[in-house]
């Protein structure tokens, strides 16, 4: 199954032009990419063990690359693991990071977060590590010059990319985190000087929850946006430009809140 070079993309690539020769978003896919970015999930429990063709997971990789980055860094690499034995081992990890996160929370919570379906390590097929590399194309970075933490949130950016091209493929992803980093650098053999920052599981699924898990369980609910909105510093109330928008807010589709 192969997919011709993206419409987008053709013009960039055949002429190098400089600009974008057709910019405009249509409305059907405008509403394709919201629709992608509010059906994406946390998949945990609903994967088929299906394998991903490489074509599909190579959009979905060069979704991720193409992030915006600090300084155009590109500080991310990404560990394809397939490896049931090396996935196995990432599994054991969590099953000993979650009954110590257990421990955590309150005691009338702990039943409640024990029961909780929090990966899919061993039920996708593939996982994929995001990491960091913070020296990439040496010290001094053009914006990270001030706040160091830029290359991080920069790799973080891929891992967006990355979930929301896979919905766009009906793939889930699943991030877990409930590990411990130097058994996770130890199973995947990562050098000291990089970060691992997100250990993702990718598959094909069954369903896509249409809320997130953690609201359906009662865990926490979507917070209400315009709670969250601040005008012109954090303590700014809303004038009259201020309430346009939160009225706006409140028009969004009521699915969405
Ligand atoms: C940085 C980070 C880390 C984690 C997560 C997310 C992010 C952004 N999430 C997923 C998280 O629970 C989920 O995104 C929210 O509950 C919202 O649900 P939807 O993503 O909208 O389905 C997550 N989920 C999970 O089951 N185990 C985990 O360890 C983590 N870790």
Redesign the pocket.
Known sequence: MSSPTPAHCAPLHDDHARFQTDPQFGAAERDAVYRAIHT???V?GEFLPDPIPDEVLARVLTAAHHAPSVGFMQPWDFIVVRSREVRAKIHADFLAAHAEAEQMFDADKRATYRNLK??GILESPVNICVTCDRSRHGPVVIGRTHIGAMDVYSAVCAVQNLWLAARAENLGV?????LHPPALRAALGIPQEIIPIAYLCIGYVRDF?AR???EAAGWIERMALPALLHFDGWQGAADEAGEGLLDAVRAQPSTLR
């Open positions: 994406r999930r946390d945990r929090l990966e699943g991030w877990v985190s409930i929850h997130p898990e953690l």
